[in-house]
């Protein structure tokens, strides 16, 4: 029998943010059982949890979402960071966990006060420009279901990123049509051009961003909080309106248009024109726990 606990992760409100599952112990399972395990939990992503190859980190994981696995993704690795922290801790604490994710070593700091805790991580690698065509306004409006001028703001304009997943980013005018878009007939045509599976949707929101992201290939119709997309969001961001020098603090809030808000803190530190650094922060609550059996396969 395993043991494996939900969470509620980018957010403090259960019911709230993403759900996600952790399972602990996961050395003995091959990577067959840990893809059915996620597709039984149904949930956007599952975290395994195995010993480190290096004993001095905390853990190695394994991310899979119902269709495949992922290097790196940001709801697992800020929930598991949080609940591994708890685990071993009691009252308000301030620790570090360092997670060894296929994409490479992710330390997070993790601290616990007046009964909320929080998780921030440092991007494993930094975001670059990846291959295929983002599409021009009239593509992307087709395929999101809204008008030519919803798409694209100030000098925003839709661009693909990867840091090791990778999104197409289409900025949208207002909030309004971020409420609306919903992917269309031609979703597909456009995520054969640009060569992904996941769109990453944003548009201005007082100090920070709203944002959306869709990834039915993936089996997520839509992903409520997507922590790896806020961190290549900063690459998006600086490539259309560069950042200033030092770092920059972002509200991104998310999921809202699925009744289950979150909230994510982007910071980026640029040095001379370049992102040198990129940070995502967020809590987590644990609303379950339980055990479950590996079936062999």
């Known amino acids: 029998m395993l043991e494996f606990h939900t969470l509620d992760v980018f957010t403090s409100t259960p019911y709230c943010g993403n759900p996600l599952a952790v399972v602990l112990g996961a050395d003995g399972l091959s990577e067959r059982q840990m893809q059915a395990i996620t597709r039984e939990f149904n949930l956007s992503e599952t975290i395994f949890v195995q010993k480190p190859n290096d004993p001095a980190h905390t853990a190695k994981v394994r991310i899979f979402c119902p269709a495949v696995e992922l290097p790196f993704a940001g709801h697992p690795t800020v929930g598991c960071a949080i609940l591994l922290a708890e685990l071993a801790n009691k009252g308000d604490f301030a620790v570090e ?7 490479g070593l992710v330390p997070v700091q993790v601290a616990r006060k007046d009964g909320i805790t929080t998780a921030e991580f440092i991007a494993p690698v930094l975001p670059q420009i ?4 983002p599409p021009n306004a009239t593509e992307a409006a087709t395929a999101l279901g809204l008008e030519v001028k919803d798409i694209g703001f100030g000098a925003h304009r839709s661009g693909h990123w990867q840091g090791g997943p990778d999104f197409l980013f289409i900025p949208v005018a207002s909030r309004a049509a971020l409420r609306q878009a919903t992917p269309s007939g031609s979703w597909l045509d456009m995520t054969a051009k640009a060569k992904t599976q996941s769109v990453y949707l944003y548009c201005a929101d007082g100090a920070g961003y709203a944002a959306r992201m869709f990834a039915p290939e993936h089996g997520m119709p839509e992903d409520p909080a997507t922590g790896s997309a806020s961190a290549i969001l900063a690459a998006q961001l ?3 309106a560069p950042l200033p020098e030092g770092s920059s603090v972002l509200a991104l809030k998310q999921g809202e248009d699925m009744g289950r808000s979150s909230e994510i803190t982007l910071t980026a530190v640029v040095t001379k024109g370049k992102i040198r650094e990129i940070r995502i922060k ?9 055990q479950i059996t590996a079936l062999p396969l």
Do not use: D, P, W
Not at 97 to 103: D, N, R, V
Not at 130 to 133: F, H
């Open 282 to 290: 967020g809590a987590a609550t644990r609303f379950n726990h339980g």
């Open 238 to 240: 600086h490539a259309s």
């Open 130 to 133: 990846a291959g295929g065509t």
């Open 97 to 103: 966990i360092t997670l060894e994710e296929k994409a």
